[in-house]
């Protein structure tokens, strides 16, 4: 049901409109006196005015101007006489939804009143969802599908515990942000938070970077180093990538999970440290231990709490609040004002499958963001593979005629058949002659 407000000086016509409106269900209010009109508009809230173009004192544009004033989002449908289709168009520039022409019959009117109720529901969705991004913020994991809450839940219970945590998923499912939501919520909160990636270094670099060394351990090593683990004492430890660790490496780190202590390279007295792991896998590290890949002791250690992040595609039901989150990110760090997503646009990004997960969702809500230059995001300004649309193949090629397309096509595909004219005709579609035709048409050599 819509609040609508009836403007026209024409008693007849006003009285049809508001029948045919209220008998559809809408809280209909119609009047003749446009001045009155707007101190009505001030008054109360109205979705949608339905307002003459010509009438005495204000005019439907003022009225529009004035409606739009108040309330950007409140929807204008202008009533037209025939013939004044430029007088439309301004309307339509100016901000009105859309306009109808006189004469016409309650069903005209009835489809455009209907258009404009969808295009209400999507603004509300659209506030609901920023809103609800809003208040996920605090934390900044975004997501109400059961997976996410399951795991928002388990952080909650877990975080404070102090225990080793094993984060699994695929590629930018959130592993990096869920370990530091774990940090934050723990006691070690005011202490470091320590990323390493175990699989970007080689297994040499890790082991100095992770348990520091003594001087002359190894050339190089001019003067006694602390490591990671030390440096992090109270906090946490992020061990990323922990899948890609070389199996004497799993030994040490089991050692540290074990005894609460290291060892420098080039020492062998133990370091008692105090640091929670958190570890992180993009592989199934129970496959991993099963195959033989990875130590199954080391895995059970880690494996204290498992939190599981599913891929995206697994999850749709995130996807629109995750696009509104990325949206308002992106709008505000580049100062523009897009506040929605035309339903077209959003039904390509909920079906698309997301083989980067998250991460690509972000990266291509930021791009879309600098494209878009309306104020909602719309089909066109998605990258053509999230449209799943093929790359246009002409797209490196500047504007020409289609003679031009056509002799470029026939001298493209004789030079990749070495001049052969039977496969090249057959190729292109068209019999030997016409082809013979063609290459004397256009001089082909
Ligand atoms: N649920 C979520 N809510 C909000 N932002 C998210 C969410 N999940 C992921 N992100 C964002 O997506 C990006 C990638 O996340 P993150 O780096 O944590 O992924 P990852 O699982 O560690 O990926 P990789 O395995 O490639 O290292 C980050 O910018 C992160 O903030
Ligand atoms: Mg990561």
Same mark, same amino acid.
Request: proline content about 13%; some cysteine; hydrophobic content about 30%.
């Given at each position: 049901m819509l609040e609508i407000l009836v403007i026209d000086d024409d008693m007849r016509m006003r009285q049809l409109i508001e029948e045919i409106l209220t008998e559809e269900g809408h809280s209909v209010t119609a009047i003749g006196d446009s001045r009155e009109a707007m101190l009505m508009l001030k008054e109360r809230h109205y979705d949608l005015v339905v307002t003459d173009?010509?009438? &005495?004192?204000?005019d439907g544009m003022e009225i529009l101007a004035y409606a739009k004033k108040i309330n950007p989002e409140c929807l204008v449908i202008m009533i037209t006489a025939h013939g004044t289709i430029e007088s439309a168009i301004e309307a339509i520039k100016k901000g009105a939804y859309d306009y109808i022409q006189k004469p016409f019959g309650p069903d005209q009117l009835l489809v455009l009143v209907q258009r404009a109720e969808g295009h209400i529901k999507l603004i509300h969705e659209n506030k609901r969802l920023s809103e609800e991004v809003r208040s996920f913020?605090?934390?900044?994991?975004i997501g109400t599908s059961r997976s996410i809450e399951k795991i928002k839940d388990l952080i909650e219970k877990a975080?404070?515990?102090?225990t080793t945590i094993l984060i699994q998923g695929e590629?930018?499912?959130?592993k990096e942000l869920v370990a530091r939501l774990i940090h934050k919520k723990?006691?070690?909160?005011?202490?470091t938070f320590l990323p390493v990636n175990?699989?970007?270094?080689?297994e040499g670099i890790l082991e100095s970077e992770l348990f520091g060394h003594e001087k002359g351990?190894?050339?190089?090593?001019?003067s006694r180093r602390k490591g990671l683990f030390e440096t992090a004492n109270g906090g946490t430890v992020f061990l990323d990538?922990?899948?890609?660790?070389?199996p004497s490496m799993q030994v040490k780190l089991l050692r540290v999970l074990q005894e609460n202590t290291i060892m420098r390279v080039g020492s062998s007295m133990p370091v008692p440290v105090d640091v929670r792991i958190v570890a992180a896998s993009n592989t199934n590290l129970a496959e991993d231990a099963a195959a033989g890949r990875f130590r199954k002791d080391l895995f059970y250690r880690l494996n204290v709490v498992a939190v599981d992040i599913s891929p995206l595609r697994e999850r749709r039901e995130d996807i629109p609040l995750l696009a509104h989150h990325f949206l308002n990110k992106y709008g505000k760090k580049f100062n523009k004002e897009i506040s929605r997503f035309s339903p077209h646009a959003m039904e390509i990004l909920s079906v698309?499958?997301?083989?980067?997960n998250v991460r690509e969702l972000e990266n291509v809500m930021e791009r879309t963001v600098i494209m878009e230059t309306s104020s909602e995001i719309t089909?066109?300004?998605?990258?053509s593979e999230i449209r799943g649309? &093929?790359?246009? &193949?002409?797209?490196?090629?500047g504007l020409m005629t289609l003679d031009d397309m056509e002799k470029f096509l026939i001298q493209r595909t004789l030079r990749e058949l070495e001049g052969q004219k039977n496969k090249a005709a057959e190729a292109l579609g068209i019999d030997v002659s016409t082809l013979w035709r063609k290459i004397k048409k256009y001089n082909i050599e």
């Open positions: 173009l010509k009438m &005495p004192y204000a913020t605090e934390t900044g994991f975080a404070p515990l102090d590629t930018g499912t959130g723990s006691t070690r909160f005011q202490n175990c699989g970007a270094l080689s351990a190894f050339t190089g090593a001019m990538e922990i899948n890609n660790t070389s698309y499958a997301w083989p980067g089909p066109q300004s998605l990258p649309e &093929p790359p246009d &193949p002409l797209s490196c090629i």
